[in-house]
């Protein structure tokens, strides 16, 4: 069974333009995470969502969005990019998401703002 | 609200000897899932081990074990016979509801 996939794998852009990441889960998984990482604050949750619907929110501002699609693929969207954007961004999936499921991440995508 | 502790920043070890990297953790709920995650420099996070909170045996997966002591909130990692390629950064994560809390991270440095 493919992994959850993740494009683009590298992007750069610089202040002020929008981006658009792109996850893939596990074939049956319904459920699709996101998280960004940085060396100063660590692994932040984003969001969740499951069937089409998002669940849980993290603390970020309004500028980051996302959206699933009823084949359960994810999109994450961006606008007005800062400089302190710049992390790596994780994807995870799992079928439901409850308390005892495993979340398998995907190899992620490096977003350098310039 | 959750939190992770992971106290140790960096920890070194010989290679083929066992080492344990310390987590504690905080919650009020009464369920919740208990993971340890390996992140190599590639960045990818992989999967290691998982406890329930109901679980009353320490999980187990292959070098990997999970020494879970409720009372103390704490879920430690065990890996033994140490390898090389072991070198990463090590997380470890409380499920609650649909999301993860990670700790800070273990950065641990197998030498030969």
């Known amino acids: 069974k493919a992994g959850v996939t993740q494009t683009p794998r590298y992007l750069i852009k610089t202040r002020g333009q929008q981006v658009t990441l792109s996850c893939s889960p596990i074939s049956g998984h319904r459920s699709v995470s996101w998280y960004q990482q940085t060396p100063g604050q660590g692994l932040q949750f984003l969001f969740e969502y499951f069937s089409e619907t998002q669940r849980n929110k993290g603390n970020f501002p309004g500028r980051f969005s996302g959206r699933q699609f009823s084949n359960s693929r994810s999109e994450m969207n961006v606008s007005t990019l800062e400089l302190g954007d710049s992390a790596l961004y994780l994807c995870?999936?799992?079928?439901?998401?409850?308390?005892?499921?495993?979340?398998?991440f995907g190899p992620g995508t490096r977003l350098l703002v310039l | 609200a959750q939190k992770i502790t992971q106290t140790q920043p960096g920890m070194f070890v010989q290679e083929k000897e066992a080492v344990t990297l310390d987590c504690t953790y905080d919650?009020?709920?009464?369920?919740?899932?208990l993971f340890w995650y390996k992140q190599p420099s590639s960045g990818e996070m992989i999967f290691l081990i998982y406890q329930g909170s109901y679980d009353e045996q320490n999980a187990t997966e292959g070098r990997y074990s999970l020494n879970f002591q409720k009372a103390r909130k704490s879920a430690n990692l065990v890996i033994s016979a140490s390898q090389l390629g072991d070198s990463a950064m090590y997380f470890c994560a409380m499920k609650a509801i649909y999301k993860l809390t990670f700790g800070k991270g273990t950065l641990l440095t197998v030498n030969p």
């Open positions: 919650t009020s709920d009464q369920s919740y899932g």
């Open positions: 995870a999936s799992s079928l439901r998401d409850s308390t005892q499921e495993t979340q398998y």
